[in-house]
């Protein structure tokens, strides 16, 4: 029971789950940097993010010069819309974007280096986590499915939504 209500938890941030568009700008600092070069790229980022504040910059301009998340620089820092587990990687950075109201800005370090983020659209959940929770146990139950099936769908819901295996069949 409690693999299947975790597999659900993951199935309901995905197709049910709250929304987040935004802006992003991200440095990159190497793993075995000082904090020096921490610090010179913190000071740098807070620049560029008061002169954002300030209406003195355009983000997409900043983002497309000098952004190293490619995905996002490409189109001016957007992106979005993404559910809790599209940056689940980079904790700080997931738990930042879906707390910032929208139009709000923020600066911020995780373990890959320095970001400016900020929230442009947000969308609450479409259903709640109760009423999600019943429908998706219940989708799952009524296709009752073969033990294969089952040890495939816990497989793949495993590197999605991280579940530990402890169900047992036998």
């Given at each position: ?160 939504a991280r579940v530990e295996r402890r169900l047992s069949l036998k």
């Amino acid at each position: 029971k409690r693999t299947l209500e975790r597999i659900a938890a993951g199935l309901y941030e995905q197709r049910f789950g709250p929304r987040v568009s935004g802006l992003h700008i991200f440095w990159r600092v190497p793993s075995d940097a000082d904090e020096a070069t921490w610090a010179k790229a913190w000071k740098h980022a807070e620049t560029i993010h008061d002169k954002l504040l300030q209406g003195q910059l355009k983000f997409s301009k900043v983002a497309k010069a000098e952004s190293d998340d490619e995905n996002s620089a490409e189109n001016g820092g957007k992106f979005g819309p993404v559910d809790r587990t599209v940056f689940r990687s980079v904790p700080v950075f997931n738990d930042v974007i879906f707390k910032l109201p929208r139009g709000g800005m923020r600066l911020l370090r995780s373990r890959e280096g320095v970001h400016i983020v900020k929230v442009t659209k947000a969308e609450p959940a479409t259903l709640s986590w109760k009423e999600a929770k019943r429908r998706l146990l219940e989708e799952l139950i009524a296709k009752d499915p073969t033990e294969a099936e089952i040890d495939s769908l816990l497989k793949s819901l495993e590197k999605a939504a991280r579940v530990e295996r402890r169900l047992s069949l036998k």
